[in-house]
């Protein structure tokens, strides 16, 4: 028997509706709604609470928590290279947005004299992507992602599981914008955050002379990549149909 699914109406996820038959007892929203948004429609019809006892602001966190992230490495193959900086800007959190940066020399390995030693760092990045079920990256699946997967694939550690939004593959697959980078999809939509540009040198420098400046900068670029694909996702990211785990385009 074939199965036809369909895309929520509400969180996007598919999903095979029942039978139309069905719908005699059921009603409509089992052809719309998947089966989590139907028992959430359900609660909130019957167990609404009056209007005025609704709060204006709550700390109660969003049921899927994001990130969004990119990765400063030395090198665009990790079989020679290694992992220096990883900044993330989270969502779906009580409180609100959160930030963390993470550096390599600020592990142990870095301050043993080990700087090609990048495994405590990946340890630390795989631990806040963890607790996520929706990760943005730009060119996640061809780099950041990948390289992530292969670090984990090096040191024997458990890659987390989460679902990717690539604006890099919407963009390729979704418009006509020319180029697909993250600077070029930025300069197209007009988003303030623009793109740091640093020597190429600076990479070199922070991890072979551990250089102050160098890594200043390489903290700054990787920081303001993180907020102009934060600004694009959210522009985007309404093209996005089944979210899957290599950039969800479809």
């Given at each position: 028997m074939a199965y036809v699914t369909r895309l929520c109406q509400v969180c996007t996820k598919a999903f095979i509706p029942p039978h139309?038959?069905?719908?005699?007892?059921t009603g409509e929203n089992h052809l719309r709604l998947c089966p989590?948004?139907?028992?959430?429609?359900?609660?909130?019809?019957?167990?609404?609470?009056?209007q005025s006892d609704v709060p204006e602001a709550h700390e109660t966190p969003a049921p899927l928590k994001q990130v969004?992230?990119?990765?400063?490495t030395w090198g665009l193959d990790r079989g020679w290279?290694?992992?220096?900086?990883?900044s993330f800007l989270f969502h779906g959190f009580a409180g609100g947005p959160r930030k963390a940066t993470l550096l390599l020399r600020d592990t142990k390995a870095w301050k043993a004299g080990r700087r090609s030693d990048d495994q405590e760092l990946a340890e630390?990045?795989?631990?806040?992507?963890?607790?996520?079920?929706?990760?943005?990256?730009?060119?996640?699946?061809?780099?950041d992602v990948r390289w992530l997967r292969t670090v984990a694939l090096r040191y024997n550690l458990s890659m987390?599981?989460?679902?990717?939004?690539?604006?890099?593959?919407?963009?390729?697959?979704?418009?006509?914008?020319?180029?697909?980078?993250?600077?070029?999809?930025?300069?197209f939509m007009e988003i303030p955050h623009k793109k740091l540009h640093i020597e190429p040198n600076v990479w070199?420098?922070?991890?072979?002379?551990?250089?102050?400046?160098?890594?200043?900068?390489?903290v700054e670029r990787c920081e303001s990549d993180v907020m102009m694909l934060n600004a694009i996702a959210s522009r985007v990211t309404g093209d996005v149909g089944m979210i899957d785990e290599k950039?969800?385009?479809r």
């Amino acid at each position: 028997m074939a199965y036809v699914t369909r895309l929520c109406q509400v969180c996007t996820k598919a999903f095979i509706p029942p039978h139309r038959a069905t719908l005699l007892s059921t009603g409509e929203n089992h052809l719309r709604l998947c089966p989590q948004c139907r028992r959430s429609v359900k609660a909130a019809d019957t167990n609404e609470p009056p209007q005025s006892d609704v709060p204006e602001a709550h700390e109660t966190p969003a049921p899927l928590k994001q990130v969004v992230f990119d990765l400063e490495t030395w090198g665009l193959d990790r079989g020679w290279g290694v992992t220096l900086v990883g900044s993330f800007l989270f969502h779906g959190f009580a409180g609100g947005p959160r930030k963390a940066t993470l550096l390599l020399r600020d592990t142990k390995a870095w301050k043993a004299g080990r700087r090609s030693d990048d495994q405590e760092l990946a340890e630390r990045i795989f631990d806040l992507l963890r607790g996520c079920h929706v990760a943005y990256a730009h060119h996640g699946e061809y780099f950041d992602v990948r390289w992530l997967r292969t670090v984990a694939l090096r040191y024997n550690l458990s890659m987390p599981r989460f679902k990717l939004i690539d604006p890099a593959a919407i963009g390729r697959q979704k418009y006509l914008v020319g180029r697909n980078s993250l600077e070029a999809m930025g300069d197209f939509m007009e988003i303030p955050h623009k793109k740091l540009h640093i020597e190429p040198n600076v990479w070199r420098h922070a991890l072979l002379d551990d250089d102050d400046d160098a890594w200043v900068k390489l903290v700054e670029r990787c920081e303001s990549d993180v907020m102009m694909l934060n600004a694009i996702a959210s522009r985007v990211t309404g093209d996005v149909g089944m979210i899957d785990e290599k950039g969800s385009w479809r």
